[in-house]
């Protein structure tokens, strides 16, 4: 099985390729950075090189240098955006095989793939000079545009069933492979080049203003009807629990709101990576341990007996000491203990 190094600091792009390529029986490493590029290639051979023009610690230009100087007769394909193909053209220039434009089509990957496994070292030359050629008089396709689908003879002969609609023409396989690379992802970069993780900045993306009002209609009932239910009214009931008597549901909403401005939202979901990794991992390390405290407690030691009329007497079994349960609270200490060493580090 023939290997391909994915170079990107994209690792959605990472992960889209992997995927898409493993099905077709080819094996992949991946490498976030040039300088984690240059270690594989150190300890692995692969047989091909994709790697992106621009990486957060070196330009592409930098790395193919550094590539060839080494490994001469190693295909690398460049994969750039539309403003990056005349620098591109240089790279390949410099010893690049080939180069493939986002948004990514899986016939070019593929085929592009192919040429440059299958020719040898000294047709590989001629190739990529042609390409080259080719390329400063015709820069790249039109930005929306799909690679020509090859001319199909046969009449398309497509059946209606119910919900499915199946054929068999050449275009319609292109539609098929491009929804089997899509459809186990959410990677909007295959459509737009780049990865959109906020709905509204995709709402933007869309031509049609109608589909754009619809969209911005939709975010804002779903931010009515559910993010608000969610995120204020438990916690509202929560601190209404903590003291009844001085604590209303109204006022604990208020509670809710301001430590809702405190935390500065804004600043939390302005880098994905900071409100993913950091926000959500550490709002799970709270989750995850009382999610198990109730589970032990209701499964293992109460045997699912639970006595609702105590749930509602001040001195019934649920009281504990003055409402709070010491066992599970140290219960929730020890399981939160374990990761903060991640957080530390």
Excluded at 123 to 128: A, M, P
Aim: with cysteine; net charge negative.
């Amino acid at each position: 099985m023939q290997t391909i190094l994915i170079i990107d600091d994209d690792r959605d792009i990472c992960l889209l390729l992997k995927r898409f390529l493993t099905r077709h029986n080819y094996d992949v490493i991946e490498a976030y950075s040039g300088k984690k590029a240059l270690e594989l290639l150190e300890e692995t051979e692969p047989s091909l090189v994709m790697c992106d023009f621009r990486l957060e610690d070196m330009e592409g230009n930098t790395l193919l240098g550094k590539i060839k100087e080494k490994y001469l007769h190693l295909p690398v394909i460049i994969m750039t955006g539309y403003s990056d193909i005349k620098i591109a053209v240089e790279v390949m220039k410099m010893g690049a095989f080939d180069y493939i434009t986002k948004p990514l089509f899986p016939d070019e990957i593929l085929v592009t793939i192919k040429k440059a496994l299958e020719a040898p070292a000294e047709d590989r030359e001629h190739v990529r000079q042609d390409r080259t050629s080719s390329s400063s008089a015709s820069v790249s396709r039109p930005k929306n545009e799909a690679p020509a689908a090859t001319a199909d003879t046969n009449k398309p002969n497509i059946i209606h069933s119910g919900d499915y609609i199946f054929g068999d023409s050449t275009v319609f396989k292109q539609l098929i492979q491009q929804i089997d690379l899509v459809a186990p992802t959410n990677y909007s970069v295959i459509i737009y080049g780049e990865t959109i993780w906020d709905p509204l900045v995709l709402a933007g993306k869309f031509e049609s203003k109608m589909l754009i009002t619809i969209a911005m209609i939709a975010v804002a009932l779903s931010t009515l009807a559910t993010n608000i239910a969610a995120n204020i009214v438990s916690p509202a009931n929560d601190f209404s629990n903590l003291s009844p008597r001085k604590i209303n549901f109204r006022m604990g909403g208020y509670i809710t709101g301001i430590l809702g401005i405190l935390i500065c939202p804004w600043k939390l979901i302005a880098d994905p990576n900071g409100y993913i990794f950091t926000w959500l991992i550490a709002y799970s390390s709270l989750l995850g341990p009382v999610g198990g405290i109730m589970i032990a407690d209701y499964y293992f030691l109460k045997r699912q007996e639970l006595n609702v009329e105590d749930l509602y007497r001040s001195a019934g079994m649920y009281s504990y000491s003055n409402g709070f349960n010491m066992r599970a609270i140290i219960a929730l200490l020890l399981g939160i203990l374990p990761n903060l060493p991640g957080f530390l580090v």
